[in-house]
């Protein structure tokens, strides 16, 4: 199996766990990979008046640095394009939050960072 469909997989597995820790914080799932032109927001979550964006980056080792490094400023120009038409088409009036959740896999361990207000 090539390195490619390793980084897919751990991806998926990666938003997967994001989700589930999420809603043992009390979040609520709105929408996971929401695309606007060339962007996508993993993860949409709601807790009462709060509206979260939500990048998850994962990696299988520290060996090129920690997975929210990776989070590029384009990444989070995307991110904020995606954001603005969710919430303009959506009519969402309330307060917004970007985060970053950060899975690292190491030895078949799965280690979660969550990155509240990240940017």
């Not at 009390?26 to 807790?47: H, M, P, Q, S």
């Not at 954001?83 to 939050?97: D, G, L, P, Q, V």
Request: charged fraction near 30%; hydrophobic fraction near 40%.
């Amino acid at each position: 199996m090539s390195n490619r469909y390793h980084s897919h997989r751990l991806g998926e597995e990666a938003e997967r766990r994001a989700v589930r820790y999420l809603q043992e914080r009390g979040f609520t799932l709105v929408v996971c990979n929401y695309r606007y032109k060339k962007a996508e927001i993993d993860i949409i979550a709601k807790e009462r008046d709060l509206l979260l964006f939500v990048e998850v980056k994962a990696r299988s080792s520290e060996r090129f640095g920690h997975p929210e490094e990776f989070v590029t400023p384009l990444k989070k120009q995307l991110l904020l394009t995606a954001a603005e038409n969710y919430i303009m088409t959506h009519n969402w009036t309330k307060s917004i939050r970007f985060d970053i959740i950060a899975v690292l896999k190491k030895q078949g361990e799965i280690q979660i960072d969550h990155f509240e207000d990240a940017f």
